[in-house]
């Protein structure tokens, strides 16, 4: 497991004013993904400008299950570092946080988080264990707009029409018409968990059946969709080449070249394109993954990652007060000008610029209209089994049918609920 996380040390000021004796070094442990490592990087700094005997090492993990295991493994150890950053929602419930982590609702800056996050981040007592590290988002496609354009393409109000678009795209460029990346596993389960707006607008009783085991992704005709759609787009052979071998920075990279027309992906890659690609940026758009109903158009919604304290932590005043600084305006502002923002903050008092990228701007449309967003099932529900990102991949690489991947996944799910101690399993 060690060899899995890379150490690095993003701040060692070396004021004259400060002895080394007095200075103190947090670590920071976070995902690779580049736009992680650039917002911490640009947090961290703020803050030991503002606090120069603060200093920071930053620890990199993968992502996906390999990523959950090292923060599962290090917490039931006693490893962890001083500050981490980790899923909101339901995955948050299997770290069993009560036990494991810092309550952080004494934090000075608080007040200033919203309740429409603190509710992903909490437990039944009213302990809040979290502070967002980014904006909410949107999970859905992005697409390469030049292309679009290109082709006199419209942007799908139904799948059936986003069907239609892949096959003009298959049959007239030399785009791949779906970018898949499969060897970085968790990208895999985006076109079934981005379908949930559309499971919600057919069944709004869903999650709550769900949660109390009166209803299944198997026997659910709507929440069975999402499975059935990442199985059509396989058989039809829309996919990159090499896609069990490319990575999520693979992806964003065909979507903003136009090597791909469409991405399904989560909003908080927008700054990574930025990063990797920032000639590219205004070619790459968002749209909501259609469902079948092209009145029920709608978003499914995210809520970022964020930054959690271990209860062992042996720094916790100092790593409190470190959370509640990115709980301010001034924190909003540095994540914008190191990564550019992605969609609201969850911050009071935070806005975004007027001259955010192309895809942010595609976005917020859906979240200016009531009934236009849902929450993910996984902030409805503490429900998610762990098995879904690879029986994903065996449904995008025809391996395993819509329907036999919806059964497993129920059965995985009931092994959870049970671990949860959920009533009615």
Known sequence: MKDLVKKLTVIAFAFSAV????????????????????????????????????????????????????????????????????????????????????????IANFSNILSSFTSTVSDKKGNVYAVPAQTAMGGGILYNKRLYKELGLKVPMTWKEFMANCAIIAAKSKAAPIAQTYRDSWTSQLIVLADYYNVQSEQPNFADDYTNNKAKFATTPSALRGFEKLQQVSEAGYFNDYYGAATYNDGLNMVATGKAAHYPMLTFAIPAININTPDQINDVGFFAQPGDDASKNGLTVWMPNAFYLPKEGDHKDIAKDFLSYVATVDACNTITNAIGANGPYLIKGCTLPDNVFPAVKDMLPYFQVEGRTAPALEFLSPIKGPMLEQLTVEVGSSIRTAKSAAELYDQDVEKQAKQLNLPNW
């Open 19 to 106: 002895s080394a004796a007095s200075a103190v070094e947090l670590s920071i442990l976070i995902d690779n993904n580049p736009d992680t490592v650039a917002l911490t990087q640009a947090l961290t700094l703020a803050y030991s400008k503002k606090h120069p005997d603060v200093k920071f090492e930053m620890e990199l993990r993968p992502g996906g299950a390999e990523g959950d295991n090292i923060v599962k493994t290090r917490l039931a150890t006693g490893e962890m570092a001083d500050v981490f950053i980790y899923n909101s929602g339901s995955l948050l419930q299997a770290l069993r946080p009560s036990r494991t982590l810092e309550p952080i609702n004494d």
